[in-house]
């Protein structure tokens, strides 16, 4: 090759390095719990966070505003009224007992009250009191916290499937 | 033809092949579009739902678009992100990009997605529309700080976003307000308190002290231990960084500002005389400092069982020190009349015998002290004139003036940048220099936030210390600040913040504005939420209880730590409170008038108190006696406490009288109302229950 | 020669009334309907009919020239193509480069063709000025076609500048505020001259609109007067990379 070809050559390498050479920006660590709109803490394990999405979020002021003081411990919110109470409430957190209510169950037990669906009538009909979509959220929530915890039931297999 | 070399016509040949083949690279990588992967994979996907045929009919091929022209919204996000309408699709099990909205207030197809959570909406790859890059500086919002989006519209409080909500009251706790300008916060009458008697206050030593390290509350091992005690209380002051040379001229200049009230406060020396030797008197004090309740807004360090908690509200400042810090003929001063001192204070002027301002002074100044607390502090001897006038200069400087008023001294306008675009700031629009962060909006604020210096050497900014979800709502709060909507349609779809006020005048008026009413109580919406909302009370309760209780506050609710403070009123004041409560706050929706003798029979009480007692097991929640829940008030004494029409209104519809209440509605026959408001108004704690009707007592 | 039997059909065709209308004369087989065939075609006929050999090798131009025109011509059809999608309207400008780029299919390619071929245009017309002057080319009788052809590349860089303009981001908008404000510094007529590119006193919709006349319309057309002018002006003066020497000694 001749040498001012050559001399080119080195030239456009050189400027090819320099132009694609940056500066090493600081990536931003990802945080696993960027993605959830709220969190909230294990109730037997303080430490872990569990990630709530907006739903599950209101589900969690609406139990904190409404629920609170039957159905879990003493909290920041203010002493329990659990211990004042016979039978006793579950905890919201109580997989073994909530676990395998289907939610058409629970959602009834929120909004007739526990007499309607043979439990206790400490329990009040809450129904004229919350939305549809709060009595939603609170569900959705208690089966974020669950431990042990919730597994949706199986989807209709594929022979349900229209093809 | 003619003679065209060989050589030319392969040369013109392969050039030729050559260009075709790169203009067919791209139609090829046109096929290969991130989009339309995205689409085919959908299409796959859809097949192995049980609802294909729905999907699929949903679906068409090609760029899907929300186009509002009005709202400035052009968004394909919904290109890659085909499930956002299916209701089926709402699963977590379903794979992103498919995954349908979580069911929240605004439809998708009335507001685009970048409304919420920003983002690229015209792009059609993934990182264009994600991330930032070369033509686009605003990268999705983290789904934890979304709430700043709500914020930009709503300017009130939304129960939905408590996060922000919470961003929104730290901006105006921590006094952010005092130095930078902030879209839609109000900067309230006082932020710090007002400095200008301050030199007969406290020592300069104190002062010292205090500038260098704002806090007061430090363990046996001598850690600060705000941090870690219960209630996350952040100091409102924060630290700034302060030389040895500053903190002398500072408190110099503080200790020099002697302009008191008039007003000389001297107890009776008789009395004096008559407590002075008695062994107990502290201990009295102590007495009456906790009957009145102080605690309710100051809080005070407990140490139990080796843990330091404090204990109280935080509308006052913290008291655990205070008896080392201030002079005893102020606190005497203050007591008495706080307002002379501090025209904005909040503190409600007491009404004080000379026994009981004795006794409780003698407590603060004996208990509430820390003979270490100064320790510390190197000698600092009478202030030279040029330490006070570099004090003086400091004070402007340092942005003292911007948060403490002291008469005279007029701050600097806009000490700190105006904040109000902050959420909408673009990258190239932030000064990283050599901060070790990433260079996101996000990252700049928090690191602004907790540490200045680090962003900006020579920043005046103080260092602040905050727990890591008041951090969070903070910066929630700022992004929400993007100087108001982008397009007029949005514009026209702000909520405004309801603006209440409740400024009564008269003998009333007086009363209100003596003690403070307004601090904890709500009325028509304007007032604190540490106590009941008072909008209605004169429907609820009967006027002899408010002047009684007025006088003597009793425990209704017992979970609560917070209590009325017992204000030491004359019966003049708790009649003119009572009656104006009596008169004026009635609701519409009780009549008082309503409920006879007629209705609350003997028989009506029995059927009340079974259905009390075991139909709907009220006592989950209320008690009576000894027994019962702790969620709602004490019904011991609702009989002397409460209007019947009120009971029964309330079984009927409890929000419909206060909103958000936690009290279940239930479908009450109007039998079972009429029983159980009957019962309950049997209930009457010392005396036998009156025959008279309650419902004509009480529309007095 | 054996005629095929598309042979048959195309003598068939060609002595048809329509054909006869449109082809005037037959095929190019003498020279004379050769050179005809060139000379009497509107397209071809600033061209010249006959070639030396020697101006068709590489060494000679480079086909800098040529290639100059055919970037020129690849500018035009992208440039249109272009037009279809934008608006030369203030928000419409950045957003219509945003849906090339994201929507239009094959826009990415349309949009950096037109980029690319730009800035090695500017290139090519560069090397191809230093490249005849460095041969000689503009000694006479060539001094015109040279004054010509500098005047071309008067009219690339301006289509140049205000292409840039067009996609209005920041790299668009300061390059022009940084542009303009070098030209109002001209003596005089400095700040006239500003105010008239850019329609105002500021950098706006109108100084967009302008600019992309500028560039859409009157330079185009200007190009294409000039390059014809210096295509004919070649073709008259004997062609390429005749010298007088290479005359004489034919």
Known sequence: MKRRHLSLLVALALTALATSCQQKTIAAKPDPLSRAYDVESDWNDPQKQIPLNYQQAQGKRVFYTYCVWCHADSSPAGPSNRSNLTPTPPLANDGATFNPLSDEFVRNTITLGGSAMGKSAMMPPWGRTLKPDEVQAVIVFMRAIAQPSYQPPARPGPQYSVK | MGKIPKRLRRAFAISSVLFLGVLAVSPVKDLLQEWKQSRRDYVRFAETRPDTKQLLADFHPGIDQIWIPEMNVTDRCTTCHQGIHQASLLDVSVPQPFRAHTPMPHQVEKWGCVVCHRGQGLATEVREAHETTLAWEQPLLPVRYIQASCGVCHRGTLPETPQLDVGRELLVKLNCAGCHRLEGITRPAMLGPDLTSVGSKASRAWFYKWLKEPRTITDSNGNTTVDGVENEEEPRMPQFRLNEKELRALSAYLSSLRTGPAETAKLDPRVVAALERKPDTVDQGEVRFRQMFCTTCHSVAVTRAGETKLIGGEIGPELTKVGSKVNPDWLLAWLRNPQASMPHSQMPRYGWSDEDLYKVTRYILSKLTDPDLMSDVPRLEGPAQEEIQLGQRLFLEKGCASCHFVKGVSPQADFGPNLSNLGSKTLSQLEFSKAKIPRTLIAYIQAKITDPVSVNPAARMPQYQLAPRHLEALTTALLSMTGGPSSSGLAKLVVPAPKPGFHPAGAFGEVYERYKCYVCHRFNGYGGTLAPDLSYEGSRAQRSWLVAFLKNPQTLRPTLTLRMPQFNMTDAEAATLADYLAMVTQSPAVNLGSVTSKDLTPEAARLGKQLYEVKYQCRSCHTIGSSGGYVGPNLTNVGNWMNAAWIEEWLRDPQGLVPGTIEPRRTLPEQEVTALAAYLMTLRQGGAAKPAAPGAGSAR | ?250
């Open chain 3, 1 to 250: 020669m054996a005629t095929t039997w598309t042979q048959q059909t195309l003598n068939h065709l060609r002595r048809t009334r329509a054909w006869k209308s449109i082809f005037r004369r037959g095929p190019a087989r003498t020279n004379r309907t050769r050179s005809l065939a060139i000379f009497g075609n509107i397209f071809l006929h600033v061209l010249p009919v006959k070639v030396r050999e020697k101006s068709l090798r590489l060494r000679a131009t480079y086909y800098l020239g040529s290639f100059s025109f055919f970037l020129f011509v690849v500018l035009t059809v992208t440039g249109v193509l272009l037009m279809f999608y934008y608006h030369p309207a203030v928000p419409e400008a950045y957003r219509d480069m945003k849906d090339l780029r994201f929507v239009v299919a094959n826009g990415v390619f349309l949009r950096n063709l037109h980029r690319l071929a730009a800035q090695v245009m500017v290139a090519a017309v560069f090397w191809h000025m230093f490249h005849v002057f460095f041969r000689g080319g503009y000694k006479p009788p060539h001094e015109f076609n040279w004054v010509v052809g500098v005047g071309l590349l008067l009219v690339t860089l301006f289509l140049s500048y205000t292409g840039y303009l067009l996609p209005w981001d920041q790299l668009a908008f300061w390059a022009i505020t940084v542009g303009t404000n070098i030209i109002s510094y001209v003596p005089i007529l400095g700040h006239p001259i500003r105010f008239l590119l850019l329609g105002g006193n500021i950098i706006g919709e109108n100084a967009l609109l302008r600019f992309y006349v500028l560039h859409c319309v009157i330079l185009p057309l200007a190009a294409v007067i000039l390059i014809a002018v210096h295509f004919w002006r070649i073709q008259k003066d004997g062609g390429l990379t005749v010298r007088e020497d290479h005359e004489r000694k034919g």
